[in-house]
């Protein structure tokens, strides 16, 4: 993470209480999943759209990302169970349970049409304008959950415990 001056391309010097000018840069990067990721956070002012749009995508791009390493995962624990067993289903359930949270969230974010929303913007909209920005996120965190977290619980479970019940 650093901070960068936008105006002289420079790390940020702070001389004064004027923060327009400031840019955060945040890079994460994964050796094992060659996976790199990019942001850059302004305080430049979006329309409020533009922001839900920007949220929505952000959501989604983290979402498949997601979707990615539970497929790697998967696949892993399918081709050696002690990988399996050395999973944490704790861990596992976990993430389910936080990615659920995110699911209906995004769902109650896209439902909800009595709710204001008052950035710090002139205008505020209610979230009937933003249903298409959410629900995006919400079907992909649906398919994360339902779909490829519970396929992967269950083949570490499978690796954990199934022999224990197996009837030779």
């Given at each position: 993470m650093s901070f960068v001056d936008n105006s002289t391309h420079q790390p940020y010097q702070k001389?004064?209480?004027?923060?327009?000018?400031?840019?955060a840069e945040f890079e994460l990067t994964?050796?094992?999943c060659n996976i790199s990721?990019?942001?850059?956070?302004?305080?430049?002012?979006?329309?409020?759209?533009e922001q839900a749009l920007y949220y929505a995508a952000m959501m989604t791009i983290v979402c498949a990302t997601h979707i990615y390493a539970c497929i790697r995962m998967a696949r892993i624990v399918v081709n050696n169970e002690i990988q399996g067993f050395r999973t944490s289903i704790?861990?596992?359930?976990?993430?389910?349970?936080w990615?659920?949270?995110l699911c209906i969230y995004h769902l109650e974010e896209a439902l909800t049409s009595n709710v204001k929303f008052a950035f710090k913007a002139k205008f505020?909209?209610?979230?009937?304008?933003?249903?298409?920005?959410?629900?995006?996120?919400?079907?992909a965190y649906f398919l994360l959950v339902s779909v490829f977290e519970t396929r992967l619980i269950l083949l570490v479970w499978k690796a954990t415990y199934y022999g224990q019940y197996r009837v030779l």
């Open positions: 001389t004064s209480n004027n923060y327009k000018n400031v840019v994964s050796r094992d990721l990019y942001s850059e956070v302004s305080t430049m002012s979006a329309e409020m759209k704790m861990s596992l359930g976990f993430l389910i349970g990615d659920m949270f505020s909209y209610t979230n009937k304008d933003y249903f298409q920005y959410f629900i995006v996120p919400t079907f």
